[in-house]
């Protein structure tokens, strides 16, 4: 026994020092992660000192960590594209003393970048293509092999036969790569890059820009062109090569060490040829460059780089990384871009608030929620309050300024960008400058602005504080007080149908009776749609529907719970009253008629309702459209009902396409494992066992398959009653227009174009799959305003 203690204390003596070894491992793998990570931040030391220290250090773990280097390096590299020089310079000093290690790198870089070409992920692959370019000026890649690769990238735009946006990809990706690597390349192979600057310029010039229009913020050019992403940057890139390619704003550390660089051996990258396209691709989507502000808004100091320098797209880019790295803390986010390098150089404030306001407003959807840059920027008021909220107020006079050519998709940004920093500034604003807009028509988008702005302030506070904050001569623009209308209750009640069997139900709810009794109730009640004429035959009865529905739903007004508690207990009774789309409308319609001073209440009953299935998606879209939401049709929680019911639909369609992706994934695994030969094999047996209690059957697929055909029919139904409808109504304003001899462009007519295009953008996955439908059955003989919004959100993505 003592003998066996003995065993174990010494086997335990060896097993320690090996669990030691691999926790010291993995302290120095922290340690190395943490000072690559680091280098570059302010330090009391040089940069220069910092990247020697750190190269010493790399070089004395190469033997044991390389791979873990290579693997830090390079997703730095990717993931820290501001950093890119830093880096570069560290590989270059690395590649200095070690040329295998250098010629590793490179492969590893060159690996990275083709496979983030065939995974489709297209800010890495740009990531990295302007990485192995900077690796030029430190000397570790020639730049002979550099120009190979970018010709190979310029070649995969002259294909006809691939998408537009493929080839746009790939123009910009060497054309954002040029600020970095152009002054080498001019200095060493000079003919080259005309070349490869003659070639781009002739695919600018043949390229189409249809989808321009539909990608603008505002539909005028003045003060600030809307310019189409590639265009600018082509503008940019032209100016910098008639500068001979100086630029003031890419940190270069590599000067520093420019006599032990230009002593190190290069590399020479392989031929890349970029992967084919493939219909299952998604490229990046065009888009606008967002002009705000030009050197004359900004006060005495930095002056803002002009739209055509340089300068003005390295700014831009770093802010925009600034806010890709910390989006999801505000606080370090806000605190990171105000700490820009060079901002002692630039009027920051306005460049931050420009980038921001550019993100928030893209087109077809901002990168983030909008609540982030809301949060963003009052952060930024809260770090910078001398400057920050000055120049915020100057941005939200501009913007208010420009709202009548504005975008109505960034209209509805706008108004809850503004009334969301309202309620965290105590809703204080100085009012009286807008009173111009009081003697406006009603429709018109300053007036129609600053309702919606109101409208939205109520959801975030209440009535009288809203009221409160307003000056007298803004009444007219004062939302209604959100109280239900309770007809059964009013002054002519006793001239309704309905209200006996109302009052009793009040009672009956009252009392905590069941669904059936309810029924009960109603069952005697006539129905209206009865006539003398037998043909019309009727399958609902709108009565029933409108006593339960106002009755309900006026019990239940003292809050969203307590109407949604009302919903969930009578949820059977709406289910046999709705049973049909025409029952649904008449549902709707009640819902609106108690609620039509209560916006929100519309908007979360709706949801409500079709969470629930008691009304069906198309149901809502064919409500939306009729004549009696016609008073309604411009208001923006009209559209926020139409979107939310739009994305209920497309939520539905994707998981029951990923429910049947992973049966059909379980199945095939089944099949392979099956026909392997294990039988004499218990464990697998076993495992085989275990998995088969939750295996699909080729039976349960088919019904899957056929749940979501049927769900893709849903979908493209309530696209197709979508666009009819507004088809018909635009159609219909453009005759009478021209039939009456009247402009047509009215406020009514934008606001209508508007959502038409917006409902194309914001569903424009979806949408794209039914666009060949939508072409052939509606999109043929329709008027050319109306078929130019098609054109331009097909262009999108061709």
């Given at each position: 026994m003592n003998r066996r203690r003995a065993y174990q204390d010494d086997d335990e003596y060896e097993r320690r020092p090996k669990r030691r070894r691999v926790s010291d491992n993995q302290e120095i793998e922290d340690?190395?992660?943490?000072?690559?990570?680091?280098?570059?931040?302010?330090?009391?030391?040089?940069?220069?000192?910092?990247?020697?220290?750190?190269?010493?250090?790399?070089?004395?773990?190469?033997g044991t960590f390389r791979n873990k280097i290579l693997r830090i390096l390079s997703d730095c590299a990717v993931k820290l594209p501001e950093k890119c020089t830093i880096y570069s310079t560290l590989v270059g000093l690395l590649n200095a003393k070690n040329y295998n290690f250098g010629g590793e790198f490179v492969d590893h870089m060159v690996k990275n970048f083709k496979d983030s070409l065939k995974n489709c992920k297209w800010d890495a692959a740009r990531y990295s293509l302007r990485f192995l370019s900077d690796l030029v000026n430190c000397n570790v890649i020639s730049a002979t092999s550099l120009l190979q690769l970018l010709e190979s990238m310029v070649d995969a735009s002259t294909d006809d036969t691939v998408p537009q946006v493929r080839r746009d990809w790939y123009v910009f990706s060497?054309?954002?790569?040029?600020?970095?690597?152009?002054?080498?390349?001019?200095?060493?192979k000079e003919s080259a890059l005309e070349n490869l600057l003659v070639r781009i310029e002739i695919f600018l010039n043949k390229r189409t820009k249809k989808h321009h229009n539909a990608l603008r913020v505002w539909s005028v050019d003045t003060p600030?062109?809307?310019?189409?992403?590639?265009?600018?940057?082509?503008?940019?890139i032209r100016k910098l090569r008639n500068e001979s390619w100086a630029e003031k704003y890419i940190p270069r550390p590599y000067l520093a060490f420019d006599?032990?660089?230009?002593?190190?051996?290069?590399?020479?990258?392989?031929?890349?040829?970029?992967?084919?396209?493939?219909?299952?691709?998604?490229?990046?989507?065009?888009?606008?460059?967002?002009?705000?502000?030009?050197?004359?808004d900004c006060p005495d100091g930095p002056i803002l780089p002009g739209a055509h320098s340089i300068e003005r797209f390295l700014i831009e880019e770093h802010l925009h990384s600034i806010i890709e790295t910390h989006h999801l803390e505000r606080k370090d986010c806000a605190s990171h871009l105000l700490s820009f390098p060079y901002k002692s150089k630039i009027p920051l404030e306005y460049c931050i608030v420009e980038v921001i306001f550019s993100e928030l407003f893209h087109m077809p959807s901002p990168r983030y929620l909008e609540i982030c840059y809301g949060s963003i920027l009052i952060e930024l008021c809260k770090l910078q309050p001398s400057t920050m909220p000055q120049v915020l107020a100057q941005a939200t006079e501009i913007l208010f300024m420009r709202i009548d050519s504005m975008n109505t998709s960034c209209f509805d940004r706008f108004v809850n960008w503004f009334s969301y920093h309202l309620?965290?500034?105590?809703?204080?604003?100085?009012?009286?400058?807008?009173?111009?807009?009081?003697?406006?028509?009603?429709?018109?988008?300053?007036?129609?602005?600053?309702?919606?702005?109101?409208?939205?302030?109520?959801?975030?506070?209440?009535?009288?504080?809203?009221?409160?904050?307003?000056?007298?001569?803004?009444?007219?623009?004062?939302?209604?007080?959100?109280?239900?209308?309770?007809?059964?209750?009013?002054?002519?009640?006793?001239?309704?149908l309905g209200t006996a069997a109302a009052h009793k139900l009040v009672v009956a709810i009252r009392q905590?009776?069941?669904?059936?009794?309810?029924?009960?109730?109603?069952?005697?009640?006539?129905?209206?749609?009865?006539?003398?004429?037998?043909?019309?035959?009727?399958?609902?009865?709108?009565?029933?529907?409108?006593?339960?529905?106002?009755?309900?739903?006026?019990?239940?007004?003292?809050?969203?719970?307590?109407?949604?508690?009302?919903?969930?207990?009578?949820?059977?009774?709406?289910?046999?009253?709705?049973?049909?789309?025409?029952?649904?409308?008449?549902?709707?319609?009640?819902?609106?008629?108690?609620?039509?001073?209560?916006?929100q209440?519309?908007?979360?009953?709706?949801?409500?309702?079709?969470?629930?299935?008691?009304?069906?998606?198309?149901?809502?879209?064919?409500?939306?459209?009729?004549?009696?939401?016609?008073?309604?049709?411009?208001?923006?929680?009209?559209?926020?009902?139409?979107?939310?019911?739009?994305?209920?639909?497309?939520?539905?369609?994707?998981?029951?396409?990923?429910?049947?992706?992973?049966?059909?994934?379980?199945?095939?695994r089944d099949v392979e494992s099956s026909s392997s030969d294990d039988s004499d094999n218990e464990t697998s047996t076993k495992k085989k066992k275990d998995e088969n209690v939750e295996r699909p059957t080729e039976e349960a697929v088919e019904k899957m398959e056929e749940k979501l055909e049927a769900a893709y029919g849903d979908q493209k139904r309530i696209f197709l009653i979508i666009f009819q409808r507004f088809i018909m109504i635009l159609s219909e304003h453009l005759v009478k227009c021209d039939t009456d001899g009247r402009d047509f462009n009215t406020d009514w007519y934008r606001w209508t174009i508007g959502r038409l295009q917006q409902v194309f953008l914001l569903h424009h996955?979806?949408?794209?799959?039914?666009?060949?439908t939508l072409e052939s059955l509606l999109f043929t003989q329709v008027d050319s305003h109306i078929l130019d919004v098609f054109s331009q959100f097909v262009a999108l993505t061709k």
């Open positions: 340690r190395l992660e943490s000072l690559i990570l680091r280098v570059g931040e302010k330090t009391t030391s040089s940069l220069e000192s910092n990247l020697e220290g750190l190269v010493a250090v790399l070089e004395a773990d190469l060497v054309l954002s790569t040029l600020p970095w690597v152009g002054r080498d390349l001019y200095e060493k600030h062109p809307q310019e189409e992403y590639l265009d600018c940057l082509w503008a940019q006599s032990i660089l230009c002593e190190a051996l290069q590399h020479s990258l392989p031929q890349i040829i970029p992967p084919p396209h493939h219909e299952s691709y998604v490229y990046p989507m065009p888009w606008v460059v967002y002009r705000m502000f030009d050197y004359t309620s965290n500034f105590q809703f204080r604003w100085s009012w009286d400058d807008w009173d111009s807009c009081l003697f406006l028509e009603p429709e018109h988008p300053r007036p129609k602005f600053i309702q919606e702005v109101l409208l939205k302030c109520l959801r975030l506070s209440y009535y009288q504080r809203v009221k409160d904050m307003m000056p007298e001569a803004y009444e007219k623009l004062l939302p209604p007080i959100t109280q239900p209308d309770y007809k059964y209750t009013s002054d002519n009640a006793a001239e309704l905590k009776c069941t669904p059936e009794e309810i029924l009960n109730e109603l069952k005697d009640l006539p129905n209206p749609r009865d006539t003398e004429n037998d043909m019309i035959e009727t399958t609902f009865n709108p009565l029933k529907i409108d006593v339960f529905t106002q009755t309900l739903l006026n019990l239940g007004s003292k809050s969203f719970s307590h109407t949604f508690a009302a919903i969930s207990k009578f949820h059977f009774v709406f289910k046999q009253l709705a049973d049909s789309e025409e029952a649904q409308i008449c549902l709707l319609n009640n819902v609106f008629e108690l609620w039509h001073d209560h916006q209440m519309m908007v979360v009953i709706v949801d409500k309702l079709l969470k629930t299935q008691i009304v069906e998606c198309s149901s809502v879209a064919t409500w939306v459209f009729s004549k009696e939401m016609s008073t309604e049709f411009t208001k923006m929680y009209l559209w926020e009902i139409l979107h939310l019911t739009i994305k209920k639909m497309n939520k539905h369609v994707m998981k029951l396409s990923a429910e049947l992706n992973e049966a059909k994934d379980k199945l095939s996955e979806q949408v794209q799959k039914y666009s060949t």
